[in-house]
């Protein structure tokens, strides 16, 4: 038997319990629009502002910053361009290059992915592992919810027994046990009330906590299956090429071309025409699309060789018979590194954030030198509205570890080619922990190949080294918003 203060005392305290429970159930989850997780960015107070790799002034020089190599003197100019563009198709001998199934492309180091992504397969999978574990405790909770509930009615059941007893009792003697039962019957109607009110909308809370995981993981599993089968039936990327080609898009856009899709362009004779995406209608048209990204569906840790070359999909048909649409791609280092030392070139950097937000970055010099120099990175002339990341480094830190942030300059690293500044050791690799190919200091304000997060917010214990590997821009969104949206395209400098 129960002695009535314990009973109550048990109760009362399994009902603080479950509050504190529910309080808590409130903060710790956040659905995945919310706004609900904090976001740091801008300057201030408390901004975690990541980026940098802190020096141990004991054992470590100071960083300094590394002169950027002039960009290319003389070379190729373009005169201002004619006020109206000759009639279109100035007769190119059309090549064709026939795609030869599956997601190869004839020029086959662009383009051997699926437009689909097997690559987003895994990064859902990935996502799905995080999410099983916390409905594996969200399930166990309500399961210990449900038993203590259980017991609470037993509780509650014995309680209406012994009241009856009482009652009983009381109509036995009435004037002994009166004050008693008053007593118990207050208990009782609070016991009741918060039986009845309470419980059930605790654990219908949790009810639809873990049925919207369910239905999470549902969504995520429909994915990953179409994805899948995306990835079996070989796709077939056909696209009839323009007839007009060129040396690069600026090229084309005075021989007649006009719409933004894909081209064959050949920069030198002495190599063959390759397969890019031309933007014809940004700020006058004539760019070259040499990094895009837009949606995940290509995974960009990838190793020197691949960004040598170049990888992804350079674009795809978006219901017309042609390719209009880019797909997410790095154009390759060696192209790059050629196509800018045509001559003066510039390079426009779009940047779009979560919200829809846009800003752009424009350096009117850009030049990236051979693999001997190890791609060195040159930047200046800047204008926009993105922040000079790439010549100032990151606008949150300050001093020297601002200067490690700096990327004018510095040669190119992938994973498996460290050439950062971040010491020799080779546990301490920029590539490695900001997850791109990029031209890393030490280590970066801005990763516009790093790791592409769905919904942008993103913090350090969903990263795989605690660092800022999201597509960051930090001058724009700080360290913990990775972008939807950036691409880098180049064009020739010419009068405007
Ligand atoms: C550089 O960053 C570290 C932490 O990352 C901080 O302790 C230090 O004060 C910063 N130095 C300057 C000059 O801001
Ligand atoms: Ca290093």
Same mark, same amino acid.
């Given at each position: 038997m129960f002695c009535k203060s314990s009973i109550v005392k048990l109760l009362?305290l399994?009902?603080?319990?479950?509050?504190?429970?529910?309080?808590?159930?409130?903060?710790?989850?956040?659905?995945?629009?919310?706004?609900?997780?904090?976001?740091?960015?801008?300057?201030?107070?408390?901004?975690?502002?990541?980026?940098?790799?802190?020096?141990?002034? =004991?054992?470590?020089?100071?960083?300094?910053?590394?002169?950027?190599?002039?960009?290319?003197?003389?070379?190729?100019?373009?005169?201002?361009?004619?006020?109206?563009?000759?009639?279109?198709? =100035?007769?190119? *001998?059309?090549?064709?290059?026939?795609?030869?199934?599956?997601?190869?492309?004839?020029?086959?180091?662009?383009?051997?992915?699926?437009?689909?992504?097997?690559?987003?397969?895994?990064?859902?999978?990935?996502?799905?592992?995080?999410?099983?574990?916390?409905?594996?405790?969200?399930?166990? *909770?309500?399961?210990?919810?449900?038993?203590?509930?259980?017991?609470?009615?037993?509780?509650?059941?014995?309680?209406?027994?012994?009241?009856?007893?009482?009652?009983?009792?009381?109509? /036995?003697?009435?004037?002994?046990?009166?004050?008693?039962?008053?007593?118990?019957?207050?208990?009782?109607?609070?016991?009741?009330?918060?039986?009845?009110?309470?419980?059930?909308?605790?654990? *219908?809370?949790?009810?639809?906590?873990?049925?919207?995981?369910?239905?999470?993981?549902?969504?995520?599993?429909?994915?990953?299956?179409?994805?899948? /089968?995306?990835?079996?039936?070989?796709?077939?990327?056909?696209?009839?090429?323009?007839?007009?080609?060129?040396?690069?898009?600026?090229?084309?856009?005075?021989?007649?071309?006009?719409?933004?899709?894909?081209?064959?362009?050949?920069?030198?004779?002495?190599?063959?025409?390759?397969?890019?995406?031309?933007?014809?209608?940004?700020?006058?048209?004539?760019?070259?699309?040499?990094?895009?990204? =837009?949606?995940?569906?290509?995974?960009?840790?990838?190793?020197?060789?691949?960004?040598?070359?170049?990888?992804?999909?350079?674009?795809?048909?978006?219901? *017309?018979?042609?390719? /209009?649409?880019?797909?997410?791609?790095?154009?390759?280092?060696?192209?790059?590194?050629?196509?800018?030392?045509?001559?003066?070139?510039?390079?426009?950097?779009?940047?779009?954030?979560?919200?829809?937000?846009?800003?752009?970055?424009?350096?009117?010099?850009?030049?990236?030198?051979?693999?001997?120099?190890?791609?060195?990175?040159?930047?200046?002339?800047?204008?926009?509205?993105?922040?000079?990341?790439?010549?100032?480094?990151?606008? =949150?830190?300050?001093?020297?570890?601002?200067?490690?942030?700096?990327?004018?300059?510095?040669?190119?690293?992938?994973?498996?080619? /460290?050439?950062?500044?971040?010491?020799?050791?080779?546990?301490?690799?920029?590539?490695?922990?900001?997850?791109?190919?990029?031209?890393?200091?030490?280590?970066?304000?801005?990763?516009?190949?790093?790791?592409?997060?769905?919904?942008?917010?993103?913090?350090?214990?969903?990263?795989?080294?605690?660092?800022?590997?999201?597509?960051?821009?930090?001058?724009?969104?700080?360290?913990?918003?990775?972008?939807?949206?950036?691409?880098?395209?180049?064009?020739?400098?010419?009068?405007?």
């Open positions: 009362l399994f009902l603080l319990s479950i509050a504190i429970d529910n309080t808590r159930c409130d903060s710790d989850y956040d659905e995945e629009d919310s706004t609900a997780a904090p976001v740091t960015e801008g300057e201030g107070e408390g901004v975690d502002a990541r980026g940098h790799r802190p020096v141990n002034r =004991q054992r470590e020089p100071i960083p300094t910053l590394r002169p950027a190599p002039p960009p290319p003197s003389g070379g190729f100019r373009y005169r201002a361009r004619p006020t109206k563009a000759p009639a279109r198709g =100035q007769a190119v *001998k059309q090549i064709v290059y026939p795609d030869i199934g599956g997601c190869r492309h004839a020029s086959e180091e662009l383009g051997v992915l699926c437009p689909t992504g097997c690559e987003l397969q895994t990064a859902l999978v990935k996502q799905e592992k995080t999410v099983k574990p916390a409905i594996a405790d969200l399930d166990k *909770k309500i399961r210990d919810l449900e038993r203590s509930s259980a017991t609470f009615y037993e509780f509650a059941n014995q309680l209406d027994q012994r009241l009856i007893k009482r009652q009983k009792q009381i109509r /036995d003697n009435e004037n002994v046990i009166s004050e008693f039962n008053k007593e118990i019957e207050q208990h009782y109607v609070f016991i009741k009330d918060n039986l009845d009110s309470n419980m059930p909308s605790n654990l *219908k809370i949790l009810r639809s906590i873990v049925d919207t995981l369910h239905q999470k993981l549902q969504k995520l599993e429909n994915v990953v299956t179409s994805q899948l /089968d995306g990835c079996h039936a070989p796709c077939t990327v056909s696209c009839n090429i323009p007839v007009v080609s060129g040396k690069e898009c600026e090229d084309i856009v005075r021989k007649g071309g006009e719409t933004s899709e894909l081209y064959l362009i050949q920069p030198d004779p002495i190599f063959k025409p390759y397969k890019v995406y031309c933007d014809m209608t940004t700020e006058n048209g004539g760019w070259t699309l040499i990094q895009n990204r =837009q949606d995940g569906s290509v995974g960009f840790g990838r190793t020197w060789d691949s960004y040598k070359k170049g990888f992804g999909n350079v674009a795809f048909s978006g219901g *017309k018979n042609y390719c /209009d649409t880019p797909g997410e791609y790095w154009l390759g280092n060696d192209r790059i590194s050629q196509l800018t030392k045509i001559g003066p070139t510039e390079v426009l950097i779009e940047l779009e954030d979560w919200n829809g937000d846009k800003v752009k970055a424009n350096y009117g010099r850009f030049s990236v030198q051979g693999e001997a120099n190890k791609y060195q990175l040159s930047v200046s002339n800047y204008k926009g509205t993105a922040g000079n990341a790439l010549m100032e480094g990151a606008s =949150q830190l300050q001093g020297v570890n601002r200067t490690m942030t700096v990327h004018n300059g510095m040669f190119f690293s992938t994973f498996d080619r /460290d050439n950062d500044r971040w010491t020799t050791d080779a546990k301490k690799q920029c590539a490695k922990e900001d997850a791109g190919g990029w031209w890393y200091n030490r280590c970066h304000s801005a990763n516009p190949n790093g790791r592409y997060y769905w919904s942008g917010v993103y913090t350090p214990d969903m990263t795989k080294h605690g660092t800022d590997d999201g597509v960051v821009w930090m001058n724009f969104k700080g360290s913990w918003h990775s972008l939807k949206k950036v691409s880098m395209k180049i064009r020739p400098v010419f009068q405007q």
